[in-house]
């Protein structure tokens, strides 16, 4: 257990369907992130909230919405997805500048797009 | 554009063999590299967490090097055991702030054979 809590832990949905994905972090850090992970592929930032402000959009389509009502939870709605959006969505967490910013990861949510 | 290389990108040994897995990144201008493990369909747990100013770092069996100037980090596993066999992941952070993203490299799938 490290403190980052995502669910759904699996999750399959058709083009049409709209699902959030939720994240939770009990580590008392001000920063959250969203990772997409493709098979065969590194790791890609998706986005970056710090203090619950939106600091990085890594270019990611509109039908990905990211929201952080506070600096313990974070949302990724979805929405008319694609089958290449299927992939293991993993949210992460970090303090702040200046305090060596070890990132936290959680389980992740292994999504299917049908 | 900073690059993260592991090679190879599985390793298949016996159990009890002391391994090394390497990491190269083509920016040298990095606050810290971290490794982490991921296990089949799982989440990323950190291993060691290695800031620009060490040289090394150690956890039990792991210890984890940095060799800034040549771009380049090893994690160093004791006797290895079965336990051991997942994907191993380093990622580095920028010189440009903690919130900034971690870049990763694709993995190292280890095999501990009994």
């Known amino acids: 257990e490290t403190g980052v809590t995502q669910t759904p832990r699996h999750l399959v949905m058709g083009m049409t369907n709209k699902k959030s994905l939720k994240c939770e972090q009990h580590?008392?850090?001000?920063?959250m992130y969203w990772y997409k992970q493709s098979a065969k592929k590194p790791l890609e930032l998706m986005f970056v909230?710090?203090?619950?402000?939106?600091?990085e959009n890594n270019s990611v389509p509109s039908r990905f919405s990211p929201e952080c009502p506070n600096s313990s939870h974070l949302f990724l709605h979805l929405h008319t997805l694609q089958p290449e959006d299927s992939a293991l969505y993993l949210c992460a967490s970090s303090q702040g500048a200046d305090s060596g910013t070890e990132a936290f990861f959680g389980q992740g949510t292994r999504l299917t797009v049908v | 554009k900073q690059e993260v290389t592991q090679i190879p990108a599985a390793l298949s040994v016996p159990e009890g063999e002391n391994l090394v897995l390497n990491c190269s990144f083509t920016d040298s201008a990095i606050y810290n590299l971290q490794w982490f493990r991921q296990d089949p369909g799982k989440g990323l747990t950190s291993l060691l967490l290695?800031?620009?100013?060490?040289r090394e770092q150690t956890s039990g069996r792991l210890n984890a090097s940095l060799d800034k100037s040549s771009g380049r980090s090893t994690l160093y596993i004791a006797a290895s055991q079965p336990g051991d066999s997942a994907t191993y992941l380093c990622?580095?952070?920028?010189?440009?702030?903690?919130?900034?993203?971690?870049?990763f490299g694709k993995g190292i799938t280890l095999s501990v054979r009994p």
């Open positions: 990622a580095v952070r920028p010189w440009t702030g903690a919130n900034s993203k971690l870049t």
């Open positions: 580590l008392g850090h001000n920063a």
């Open positions: 290695i800031q620009s100013s060490q």
């Open positions: 909230y710090s203090l619950e402000e939106r600091v």
